[in-house]
């Protein structure tokens, strides 16, 4: 389940913990999350899922491939089996609560990124109090897999991730972060318990101020450094997402991987919207670098397939607006 603040006095919440379904089947509601943990729409998207209709995902990706890697690759976004088994017996719904939870406590954000999905910034969108409160006293003591996203999770959510994971110093942790506050970090329980998985744009100035539209990949790039030397690489994962401006930093980002195989992993991600642009400069570059550390993902959809997605399956476009309607009816009783 992935829970993330809106503009409303409401949350987005999603049952893929990638929040990957696509705009259209996206539920924003202020219910309780128990409710909306079995409501028909979420067992809608269970089923979805479950059947990896690809056209169902934002990314256009197979989750299982991308779990694998997660997984082996020092993430965890873990596959929850016990509900792809009672999903295939038709068990629609859950006796127990999600075993891995991403929650976005706040959207706030010091980049301002073109492609942000959570559409964050600097003017601050919080996660509404029920919600919070839901997730820290029921969900996240349940789960087995927690990871803080946001908006940037270390720029204002620090004491709230401190004392969950303090609370609950048996699960696995990750932060997703865009790596800016790391040099900030001392040596605490967040730190101790924690994967921090940084998201790169670009491997240069000029290619991350386009894409973000903020200076900040030398300090990205400093607390990198400084980090692996003080011998913490096991923590970092790296995600390098290759939109066309980060194409022509990928050569010097392999480079650097190379140099510091401390590192926990890297995922090399195409990015979605490039379609299959920069698949050539990934290919090339990933038969140069066959290290294990490198994960190459390609996630591009072509243009077919994109028109494809707006007009697919119109008995199942029916489900899903019945499914929108009844959550509507319910958030307004
Ligand atoms: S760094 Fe991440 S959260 Fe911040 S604006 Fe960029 S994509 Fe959004």
Not at 44 to 49: A, D, K, N, T
Not at 231 to 244: A, E, T
Not at 316 to 323: D, F, P, S, T, V
Request: aromatic share 12%; with cysteine; charged share 25%.
């Amino acid at each position: 389940m992935a829970v993330f603040p809106t503009s409303r006095p409401a949350s987005l919440v999603s049952s893929c913990t990638r929040n990957m379904h696509k705009y259209p089947h996206r539920v924003v509601s202020n219910r309780p999350l128990r409710q909306l943990w079995n409501s028909k729409i979420f067992q809608l998207q269970r089923e979805l899922s479950s059947r990896k209709r690809l056209k169902d995902c934002f990314m256009n990706i197979d989750c299982s491939d991308y779990q694998k890697l997660y997984v082996e690759g020092g993430g965890f976004r873990q596959k929850d089996e016990a509900m792809e088994k009672a999903v295939k017996c038709q068990k629609k719904k859950l006796s127990y609560l999600p075993l891995s939870v991403t929650v976005a406590f706040s959207n706030k954000c010091m980049n301002k990124c073109y492609h942000c999905l959570n559409s964050s910034g600097t003017r601050e969108k919080g996660l509404i109090k029920r919600h919070k409160q839901e997730l820290i006293e029921e969900f996240i003591p349940q789960a087995h897999y927690i990871e803080f996203t946001g908006g940037e999770p270390l720029l204002n959510s620090r004491q709230e991730i401190g004392k969950i994971i303090k609370a609950n110093p048996d699960k696995k942790y990750r932060i997703s972060t865009n790596g800016i506050l790391l040099d900030e970090l001392g040596y605490d329980e967040i730190f101790d318990k924690t994967i921090f998985v940084v998201s790169l744009y670009g491997f240069d100035n000029s290619s991350y101020r386009r894409i973000t539209g903020r200076d900040n990949f030398s300090r990205v790039y400093k607390s990198l450094i400084n980090l692996i030397k003080r011998g913490y690489g096991s923590k970092i994962f790296i995600k390098y997402v290759v939109y066309k401006e980060a194409v022509s930093g990928l050569g010097r980002f392999c480079g650097f991987v190379k140099e510091h195989p401390s590192l926990k992993g890297v995922t090399i991600i195409s990015d979605a919207s490039s379609g299959f642009s920069v698949y050539p400069a990934m290919q090339e570059m990933e038969k140069i670098y066959k290290e294990d550390i490198f994960n190459w993902v390609y996630c591009g959809s072509s243009l077919r397939h994109r028109v494809a997605n707006r007009f697919f399956d119109p008995l199942y476009c029916l489900r899903w607006q019945w499914a929108v309607w009844s959550c509507r009816r319910q958030n307004n009783n």
